[in-house]
């Protein structure tokens, strides 16, 4: 309620409610608002006694927007190994437990992979990573495309339980230093499987006096087990280069 004080008027005016004098102002709304069904009372009835207001919508609340993310990553850089990755099922989904082997509990980190969920990605980290990987607690296979990728260091990783793509023209890919495939153990997919053991050094810079610069890397790709799908993609390589400069008595380099 809005007064109006007014110095230079007489005392009776000085308090004057301003919605008296504007009938389209509030007085008018409210009782709109809030008026009483009296179509009874025109009709001779006794009204009942309780006011029927009237509906107001004011506005609506906005919905709150949820993506469903098709991809979990699970970084390794996050969290201290050596790993063990396995499967479960909470609830009736599909769930990826992330290990330590050496830890009591434990347990890292709970990924549900169902739903939406079209991809797992596993990402190493920039040392060296050893991870085990054994799904055998889902009896019907995965229905995710799975995927791992070392980066820095010498990466291992061991299918050390029955591992299954089931998902339709799904992919299993694994890209490490070195890849084993336990005895007993089957790794298989429905769409298909690459086992991809690679190891790069990169480029090695050497103005050394000396004659030779040597050193050894290696690429493994070891199956015990058995591995199936469609289409299997097994390899092994190393990768490196030697940038060598020499000047003097020595004459050009090579390598």
Known sequence: MVFDFSFGKNRKSRRR?????????????????????DKSAKRGQKPSGRAKSKQVISAMEA?????????VTIEL???SGPFTLEAIKIVGQDHLILKDQAAI???????????????????????ADNIRINTSGLTGGLDDNISFTGLGGNDVVTFTGNTNVSRTSGTLSILAESITVNAGVTVESAGSLTL????DLGTINTQALSAA???????????NGAVTSPVVNITAKTKGSVSAKSTGMFGPASN
């Open 105 to 127: 509990p434990a347990q890292l980190a709970l990924f549900d992979i169902s739903g939406a969920v079209t991809d797992v990605v596993i990402n190493g980290s920039n040392a």
């Open 63 to 71: 919905l709150e927007v949820r993506v469903l993310l098709s991809t």
């Open 196 to 199: 991809a053991a690679e190891s």
């Open 213 to 223: 610069n040597s050193g050894t890397h290696s690429a493994t790709v070891v199956i």
């Open 77 to 79: 850089s996050s969290y």
């Open 17 to 37: 409610n301003q919605t008296q004098e504007q009938p389209g102002g509030l007085v008018p709304w409210l009782s709109s608002i809030f008026a009483t069904d």
